[in-house]
């Protein structure tokens, strides 16, 4: 009986055997896929990382490459785009050489997390995490939540990623303050500005890199200028501009957030002035409705503030109801179009919201169909419609218009790729609708159309020193 049950015992033992094998021969590894791109390597990230390289005192300690460098430079762009602070920028890069190294890293090696910043799937799609520009409005999203102003920089870090090793954040907070500071110093000075129309003259205000206001205003021929605001250097917030009591007038931020102001008839500035309790702002928008000159601000809680006045002293700080989860840094605009004053305002997911009023309650919070995506914002009154443009994620500049009943669909303003998410301003003159935008280099360019084909791109002369 024995004898009969062999062959089945043996051909079960081969089985078993084989089973064996398979599970104790390791599976081959997986090759891991190289780090994405974060935008062209230049000669000057190269020479920045050498530099990095004797300075750092971490983890990153002659570890610095011209691709990490570039990455951070990604990082940095992002957030200046949205025109935050640089302490906004060194909480970014703290958490990505935590995260990733500063390595856009595409290997989910926990869990499904990818990119700079080490995002889960829960964040959004693989490309976009991958996306240095997407991955880091994301986490500034986040971060704008919590009091990133006060906070310690590891514990702004943690609340946005929730680690399981909070105390690796603050340890890195003095590179990145290094890295920072070398890239910001290296970069070309970017510009934001407003455009206006007073005397005859279309004005074109901007702020430098250097932090002063210049402008240049013209009637159709060269543009003159630069001009110079006294006593504007230091100033941080894009300018608006807006005409009231037969002054014009043009408002930025300081370093504090205030709002700072100077009026003019042509003769010398009078400033700077300021609106009072209106620390903590960083996007503006002025205009004038029912004989008042208002003024409009996204706080550091993310909701909208506003102020006016007819010439005496400013009312005291308005809220725009149902405002809260405004982008601060990004979009804001405002118009009067068919009896109503306009307030257009990007949300920290990219899409336009707006309200409109004629001196009694606001009305609900209203979504532009087709906006996500949008940073920069300006609006306009052209030939019996009201234009919206925003700054577009692929860096072009996206236009609707509409008389009070839907919206068009989105259009694209032809050659604007290359457009800043800030800096963007509209206004009518002699005829025409004219568009300002700011490229990534700081130039301004500008368009003008009479609701035929844009013109091509032109320049003011306009760029940064």
Not at 93 to 102: D, F, G
Not at 231 to 253: I, R
Request: overall charge positive; glycine content about 14%.
């Amino acid at each position: 009986m024995l004898t009969r049950l062999r062959p089945a015992f043996c051909a079960a033992a081969i089985i078993i055997a084989a089973a064996a094998a398979l599970l104790t021969t390791p599976t081959p590894a997986r090759a891991a896929l190289p780090d994405y791109s974060c935008g062209t390597v230049t000669s000057t990230d190269t020479a920045l990382a050498t530099q990095l390289n004797g300075v750092l005192t971490d983890s990153l300690r002659n570890a610095m490459t011209a691709y990490r460098v570039s990455c951070a430079r990604a990082i940095i762009g992002a957030v200046t785009g949205r025109g935050l602070p640089t302490r906004a920028s060194v909480i970014a890069v703290t958490t990505s050489i935590v995260e990733s190294s500063l390595r856009n890293n595409p290997n989910q090696e926990d869990f499904d997390s990818v990119g700079l910043f080490q995002q889960r799937a829960s964040w959004g799609t693989f490309d976009q995490r991958m996306d240095p520009a997407w991955a880091t409005s994301a986490f500034l999203n986040k971060m704008l939540t919590f009091a990133w102003q006060t906070m310690p920089i590891g514990e702004v870090c943690q609340a946005v990623q929730v680690s399981a090793y909070p105390d690796r954040y603050q340890v890195q907070v003095a590179d990145a303050e290094r890295i920072v500071a070398a890239i910001t110093a290296a970069a070309p000075a970017l510009s934001s500005q407003g455009s206006v129309v007073f005397g005859g003259n279309l004005y074109k205000f901007v702020r430098a890199g250097d932090g002063t206001l210049r402008y240049w205003y013209g009637s159709g021929g060269p543009w003159s200028g630069p001009n110079t605001v006294p006593g504007a250097a230091g100033s941080v917030g894009d300018p608006v501009a807006a005409v009231s009591g037969g002054n014009l007038y043009v408002f930025t931020t300081g370093a504090d957030g205030g709002i700072r102001y100077w009026y003019g008839n042509g003769g010398p500035w009078t400033g700077p002035n300021a609106v009072p309790g209106s620390g903590g702002s960083t996007s503006l928008s002025s205009t004038v409705f029912g004989g008042n000159l208002y003024v409009f601000a996204t706080a550091a809680d993310g909701t909208v503030r506003y102020w006016y006045g007819s010439g005496g002293p400013w009312s005291g700080a308005n809220t725009v109801p149902g405002s809260a989860g405004t982008a601060t840094g990004s979009g804001l605009t405002s118009q009067v179009f068919g009896g109503n004053l306009y307030l257009f305002a990007t949300t920290t997911s990219g899409s336009v919201r707006y309200w409109y009023g004629n001196g009694g309650p606001w009305s609900g919070a209203n979504t532009v169909p087709g906006s996500s995506g949008s940073g920069a914002l300006a609006s306009a009154v052209f030939a019996g419609n009201l234009y919206l443009f925003t700054t577009a994620a692929d860096s072009t500049v996206r236009y609707w218009y509409g008389s009070g009943g839907p919206w068009s669909a989105a259009n694209t303003v032809p050659g604007s790729s290359g457009s800043s998410s800030r800096g963007l301003s509209g206004a009518v003159f002699g005829g025409n609708l004219y568009l300002f935008a700011t490229t990534t280099s700081g130039t301004v360019r500008y368009w003008y159309g009479n609701g035929g084909p844009w013109s091509a791109a032109n320049t003011t002369g306009t760029t940064n020193p």
